[in-house]
């Protein structure tokens, strides 16, 4: 891209270790018909050769600029680049990802007509089949657009699965740098640490009912599937957080906003039990250096706390819950930590190794 041509979106890849998938990313950005980009690798200390790839695009894009870091996790990957970002707008991508045709055209013409400060559009689910090196569809998450209000539609969006990730957003990077929104060190919810940031402050949003972002699923190596050994903390930390959000907004008590009401606290519940499930998971992990009494007792601490049980019995109505989580629920209320670790040592048994049977008897 010529020197002078402007910049107008700047597209932030946080890197450690994924060579095998980064071609495939960068080839995704490059063919896209919206040339105003500046693409912004931040190498976050990956040993894997991964700067091979990088190093190579450079010298056929211009577009294409890298940054090392110490490897100091993907939330400082993503604050360096957003202090180097000289585009209108902002969109993060990570680099075991893809995007579709037109996500920056067609997402810029609205922001651009809307004077958005952030633009959500759709997400398309994938498992990756290492055996083949193949991509299956598992689903899709939408936007829906039939309320205008992000705040009154907040709770769709979230039951939807589109409030937490950063990668389904095109951000105008003027109101992130404005209110110094920030990417914490935390080992897993950096994304919704720093949307919760964004929410506090985020009044206009625009939506895009198409799907424009490929998110693949991996059977290992993510920090949903590791053992994280502060994720009680972390999540801690994302419940004070979610509330302060919720308490910025003022939302009122009275019988005219009773629905909107319900469906936040709703929000407030589900992500609450989603982190108790994850936490207890997380201590029965089979990668977990505690000894097995160790790990009994973080469990019963957690199942006998007042405040777990207090919340157990105000359940908000209408709430759905899956079978699993209503088998986990149970197990909760009932203090049952044998059933907790079962269900916990079955569920990883299931990942690590039926779902590695079922690929290589497919492949």
Not at 138 to 145: E, F, I
Not at 234 to 253: K, Q, T
Request: hydrophobic share 35%; proline share 2%.
């Amino acid at each position: 891209m010529p020197n002078d041509e402007i910049v107008k979106i700047s597209i932030i890849i946080p890197l450690y270790n994924a060579k095998k998938y980064l071609a495939k990313c960068l080839d995704s950005i490059l063919q896209q018909d919206f040339r105003a980009l500046e693409i912004i690798i931040v190498d976050d200390g990956s040993t894997d050769n991964s700067s091979r790839i990088y190093l190579e695009y450079e010298q056929k894009d211009t577009r294409i600029k890298h940054i090392k870091t110490e490897n100091l996790g993907s939330g400082n990957a993503r604050n360096v680049g957003l202090q180097n970002a000289a585009g209108k707008y902002t969109f993060f991508c990570d680099p075991d990802d893809w995007v579709e045709n037109n996500i920056f055209s067609d997402n810029y013409k609205i922001a651009e007509e809307t004077n958005a400060d952030a633009v959500f559009f759709g997400v398309n689910n994938y498992f990756y089949n290492a055996k083949n090196n193949t991509y299956s569809l598992s689903g899709k998450r939408v936007v829906n657009k039939e309320n205008p209000s992000f705040r009154e539609q907040y709770a769709d969006l979230y039951f939807e699965g589109l409030t937490n990730s950063v990668w389904n957003k095109l951000y105008r990077t003027k109101f992130l740098k404005d209110n110094e929104f920030t990417f914490p060190s935390y080992a897993q919810g950096q994304d919704l640490s720093f949307n919760l940031q964004v929410y506090q402050k985020l009044v206009k949003v625009a939506y895009n009912t198409n799907c424009y972002y490929n998110y693949v699923k991996y059977s290992n190596h993510t920090a949903i599937t590791r053992y994280i050994h502060d994720k009680t903390e972390i999540y801690n930390h994302l419940n004070r957080e979610y509330a302060a959000m919720f308490a910025s907004w003022n939302i009122p008590h009275d019988a005219e906003h009773k629905a909107q009401q319900t469906d936040i606290q709703k929000v407030l519940f589900d992500f609450w039990f989603k982190a108790i499930c994850s936490q207890l998971r997380n201590i029965f992990h089979f990668d977990s250096p505690d000894s097995h009494k160790k790990k009994i007792l973080k469990c019963k601490e957690i199942l006998n706390n007042p405040e777990v049980q207090q919340k157990l019995g105000k359940i908000p109505n209408n709430l759905q819950f899956q079978k699993k989580d209503k088998l986990y629920l149970f197990f909760i209320k009932h203090k049952l930590h044998i059933g907790i670790q079962f269900e916990t040592d079955l569920r990883q048994f299931a990942k690590q190794y039926l779902v590695g049977l079922y690929t290589k008897i497919k492949g």
